[in-house]
């Protein structure tokens, strides 16, 4: 975000002849891999608006970190690369956003590269995506022929130049299309394709309508390219104007305000090892109401216990600094000795749990194989906080204490594996599994359930929480399941 200061040079992201790292990947292996591999916290003021991005994996292997991190936010920037158009995990992150009503802005990415034209993106994001959509901005061509986008609602063309270390802001006001200055501008083949697109924009779309965002059922889209910074301030500027200011939330007791009085909060990410020259461990927390302040007591609802916090950070990337208070919408990071899982709830005393993104059953599993019994301690404390992280899931088989990792995607395993070593100097090896799904289940029926374990022991595993799961092998099996045992339900998801 070279506007708001928190990225001072632009294009940081991709460029060779930048020496920085992507102001949001900290650790080591996503230097390495140049991908962003888990969710990382920034905030800077814009226009006089306190503005807090939760950076997000974009890779499709370390989806679940970003369904968790959409439980704390109120609205999304969803990048879409013009030339790939709408991906897998794309597809996965709209219905979690659908699920919850989120408000959704799209940038396509990468306009000066040879990519799909426009109205067939556009055409594919509401098939898709099942949203509708409304351009703010036109590209004026694509690729080598990329001039500029027109800004729809402000009637001005965006000259693009590619520049990766500051900010091209050279416009031209065109309230005519029609204006020869244009033609003499841009080309007559341009200005003439530029009218006709737009004329059809204002035919086909119907105008932007700021409530039909709101209720995430109208996404408005913007052009340009990242890397070089441009098409970004339109966007921004858009996005201050019309997202939502921090909204109300649901716990299983009622519904939490942003103006109410009293403090309330919940973890939805925890990191281990976020400053390598440090072992600690931060909970990210999302201030729901009121004003969290440092060094007060408040009080862990899971564990019925107060607890306190004299160093709460705030972030940009990599760079801490300690606060006296935050308020809501603000992402306090704390430092844990434990205390904490994901999901986890603060008040000033009020006994409630904020609802959450529940996990989805992986769809790799591997066996857990030591490579060094002496440091089997070392490896048993790795997994559990990688795991509660969220890195991935794990279900522990007994007897023999097998551990099992799941994950929806092969590169986390050499994440946890990289980690592990380089964090905790534990080695382990993973045991490829044949399994379907996991499924978490249950039954009001006491001596089918006693049964169905005690028949499938071997397929039976518990999760981190010691709920039963059933590692179904096949589809088959699990279809022969749900027969044999009818008053048994199955879920492919642990929330249920």
Same mark, same amino acid.
């Given at each position: 975000?070279?506007?708001? @200061? ?7 992201v ?6 920085k790292?992507?102001?949001?990947? #900290? ?9 962003s ?5 920034? @905030? ?10 939760l ?7 370390f ?13 999304v ?34 306009l000066?590269?040879? @990519? ?37 609602l ?26 020869k ?5 841009i ?40 890397i ?15 997202a ?9 007791q ?36 009121g ?7 408040y009080?862990?609802?899971r ?5 306190r ?10 760079d801490?600094?300690i ?14 000795t ?20 529940p ?5 790799i #599993?591997?066996?857990v ?7 089997t ?12 992280e ?55 029926n ?6 169905f ?8 595993a ?9 590692l ?24 249920f």
């Amino acid at each position: 975000m070279l506007f708001g @200061g928190a990225i001072q040079t632009a294009g940081a992201v991709k460029s060779n002849k930048i020496t920085k790292t992507a102001t949001s990947d #900290f650790m080591e292996i996503e230097k390495q891999r140049g991908i962003s591999v888990a969710t990382s916290v920034m @905030g800077f003021e814009y226009n006089e608006h306190k503005i807090n991005i939760l950076d997000t994996p974009g890779h499709k292997d370390f989806a679940e970190d970003t369904y968790r991190t959409l439980t704390a936010v109120d609205s999304v920037i969803m990048v879409i690369d013009c030339v790939k158009g709408v991906e897998e995990q794309t597809r996965k992150l709209m219905e979690v956003c659908r699920l919850r009503h989120t408000p959704v802005i799209i940038f396509i990415n990468k306009l000066d590269r040879e @990519g799909q034209d426009p109205f067939y993106l556009l055409e594919e994001i509401e098939k898709e995506l099942n949203i509708h959509t409304r351009p703010l901005t036109w590209p004026i061509g694509i690729g080598q022929k990329f001039q500029g986008v027109y800004d729809l609602l402000n009637k001005q063309i965006k000259f693009f130049s590619a520049s990766k270390t500051k900010i091209n802001d050279e416009v031209m006001t065109v309230y005519n299309l029609t204006d020869k200055s244009l033609q003499e501008r841009i080309g007559k083949e341009a200005a003439e394709k530029l009218i006709e697109e737009v004329e059809y924009i204002e035919d086909l779309y119907e105008p932007f309508n700021e409530d039909l965002y709101k209720e995430a059922y109208l996404a408005p889209v913007f052009f340009g390219s990242a890397i070089n910074n441009f098409g970004v301030k339109e966007l921004l500027d858009t996005f201050v104007r019309i997202a939502p200011a921090p909204l109300p939330r649901q716990t299983d007791q009622r519904e939490v305000l942003p103006a109410e009085k009293e403090f309330s909060g919940f973890i939805f990410k925890i990191h281990a090892n976020l400053d390598p020259n440090h072992r600690n461990r931060i909970a990210f927390c999302r201030i729901v109401s009121g004003t969290f302040e440092r060094n007060k007591f408040y009080y862990h609802t899971r564990l019925g216990k107060k607890l306190r916090f004299p160093s709460p950070t705030s972030f940009m990337a990599r760079d801490k600094s300690i606060i006296d208070e935050a308020f809501p919408g603000d992402v306090v990071g704390l430092y844990d000795t434990g205390n904490f899982k994901i999901g986890d709830t603060l008040t000033e005393g009020e006994l409630l749990s904020f609802q959450g993104i529940p996990s989805f059953s992986p769809e790799i #599993f591997k066996e857990v194989v030591n490579r060094d019994p002496m440091k089997t301690k070392q490896l048993e404390k790795g997994i559990r906080q990688l795991t509660d992280e969220g890195v991935a899931q794990l279900f522990i088989k007994q007897p023999g204490n097998t551990k099992i990792i799941g994950t929806v995607g092969e590169l986390q395993f050499e994440v946890i594996q990289f980690r592990l070593l380089h964090e905790y100097g534990a080695t382990c090896s993973f045991h490829h599994m044949n399994l379907f799904k996991a499924c978490w289940f249950t039954s009001k029926n006491g001596e089918m359930l006693k049964k169905f374990t005690s028949t499938r022991g071997h397929n039976i595993a518990f999760d981190k929480e010691n709920r039963p799961v059933f590692l179904a092998e096949s589809e088959w099996q699990l279809k022969i399941a749900r027969e044999a045992y009818p008053e048994i339900n199955f879920y492919f998801t642990s929330e249920f």
